[in-house]
């Protein structure tokens, strides 16, 4: 394929800032679903759809008809994260730049980049060797609320033989990589009211309730220096990993030194000392502040005691853990934790629930073997860190959800100067071209 084209089409893609969470973007994410659905029509797509959902559509299509051939369906989201702090963007997040082989903007690898290198494989495979589904959706980033409710009522748009994910990541460069869990998640935010109004912090200070300081206190109760969570009941269902996963974890091109210096790139790390560093990340449960609001953080000093305080946080669950419950807890444990002399609130904004997915159905060694062509190596199994809110109801008919991708771990995924190598998406559309074909004769 003329890869000077296909720059060119995954920058028109790129190009359109379709963050999902920022109500001014709202027309961005449109131009966004009708990019994808034009690539669908192109690709004979006969049933191209955009089904209702809260702000985005999904857009929704049906391959062309291949006799006796399995049912692929594959799932993308076109919608980003917002891409601030911009001026920490060597380019602009929406003008696609190639530095050293590797193609930098907002989507590149989460997710465009990879919808993008889903359907060129099948555009490189010639005539289709399975039937395709294409769910491609624009709320991934807010939850996926309206497309997870979408398909418990109609269960039937997910009837098919397999579901293929291409979200996340190979383990290393080099190394790529099958999810055998995704974490879920409960994001919430946490407000702390104290008096009527805002207090001159001489005439009052001393004797009136600060609420940023009830607040970080709460906030220090609900989770230890040590890294525990002290929700309670929150650790009740949580599994260890096997002997078996731990054991084939330590075989994984991962140092926890290198994760220190070159990826995370702190002073150290912090939680649960007694657990390896990708236990921590893949099959514990987390709880992490995004940032807080209120009081006063304008230009130069003022001297006042905030009467209301807000935390924007979320929670990581993993398998066994529902976020039904997760709410329930974090509610309860607010509830106890704040003082009398306060009003403590918690309002959930989205979530998802953990998902956990059997590797053994036969498609899975199928894309070992396209992986192993390409690239010369094959899928290790691994876990993953971060959420895709509706897998689990991609999978609840009972077809086994692939989980892969074609990213690095130091794409920068949310942050500035997100990149996805272009090796990377060559090697990927080759491998999944493959993959379509193996499954095709299979
Ligand atoms: N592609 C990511 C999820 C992901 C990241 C999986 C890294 C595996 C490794 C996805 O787009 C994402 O960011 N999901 C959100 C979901 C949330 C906003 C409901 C997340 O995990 O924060
Ligand atoms: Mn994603
Ligand atoms: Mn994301």
């Known amino acids: 394929m003329d890869r000077d084209r296909l720059l060119r089409e995954l920058g028109e893609f790129l190009r359109i ?19 994808v659905a034009a690539e669908l ?77 889903l359907l060129k494989a099948i555009e490189a495979g010639g005539p289709p060797a399975v039937n395709f589904r294409f769910l491609i959706e624009g709320e991934e980033e807010f939850g996926s609320k309206v497309l997870f409710d979408l398909l418990k009522r109609e269960p039937q748009r997910t009837k098919v033989d397999v579901a293929l994910v291409a979200d996340m990541s190979y383990v290393a460069p080099g190394w790529p990589a099958v999810y055998s869990t995704l974490r879920g998640l409960c994001y919430a935010e946490i407000t702390v009211r104290t008096a009527k109004s805002d207090l001159h912090s001489g005439e009052y200070g001393g004797a009136a309730p600060n609420a940023h300081e009830e607040l970080a206190r709460l906030l220090g109760r609900l989770k230890g220096e040590d890294g525990r969570v002290n929700v309670p009941g929150f650790y009740g269902p949580v599994k260890p990993p096997s002997k078996a996963e731990l054991a084939a974890w330590k075989k994984l091109p991962f140092k926890e030194k290198d994760f220190l210096v070159k990826r995370v ?18 099959a514990l449960p987390t709880f992490e502040i ?76 199928l894309l070992d073997q396209a992986f192993r062509e390409v690239t010369g190596r094959g899928t290790v199994p691994a876990r993953a860190g971060g959420s895709i809110p509706v897998v689990p109801a991609l999978g609840a008919t009972g077809a086994p959800v692939i989980l892969t991708g074609i990213g690095l771990p130091d794409d920068r995924l949310h942050a500035p100067d997100e990149k996805l190598d272009l090796k990377q998406l060559w090697d990927g559309i080759e491998v999944f071209k493959r993959f379509y074909r193996l499954l095709g004769a299979s």
């Not at 999902?20 to 009708?34: F, I, V």
């Not at 799932?75 to 050293?100: I, S």
């Not at 082989?101 to 690898?109: D, E, N, Q």
């Open 41 to 117: 029509r192109r690709l004979g797509c006969s049933d191209v759809q955009f089904l209702a959902s809260e702000k985005h559509p999904v857009v929704w299509g049906v391959g062309p008809h291949v006799p006796g051939a399995p049912t692929l369906l594959l799932y993308g989201h076109y919608d980003v994260q917002p891409p601030d702090p911009l001026a920490e963007w060597t380019t602009p997040p929406f003008e696609p730049a190639v530095r050293d082989g590797k193609l930098y903007a907002r989507g590149a690898a989460d997710d465009k980049g990879q919808v993008f290198c």
């Open 17 to 35: 800032p379709s963050v999902s969470t920022l109500p001014a973007h709202d027309n961005d994410c449109r131009a966004a679903a009708e990019w």
């Open 290 to 365: 995004h940032g807080i609001l209120g009081g006063f953080t304008g230009q130069g000093a003022k001297t006042v005691i905030p009467a209301e305080a807000t935390a924007k946080v979320s929670l990581r669950l993993v398998p066994n853990q529902t976020l039904k419950k997760v709410q329930q807890q974090v509610a309860a444990a607010v509830k106890k934790f704040a003082p009398k002399h306060v009003t403590a609130t918690v309002k959930f904004l989205h979530g998802a629930d953990p998902a956990q997915i059997k590797l053994d159905h036969p498609s899975f060694k």
């Open 265 to 282: 790139q702190a002073k150290g790390l912090t939680g649960i000392k007694k657990y390896s560093v990708l236990e921590r990340l893949w």
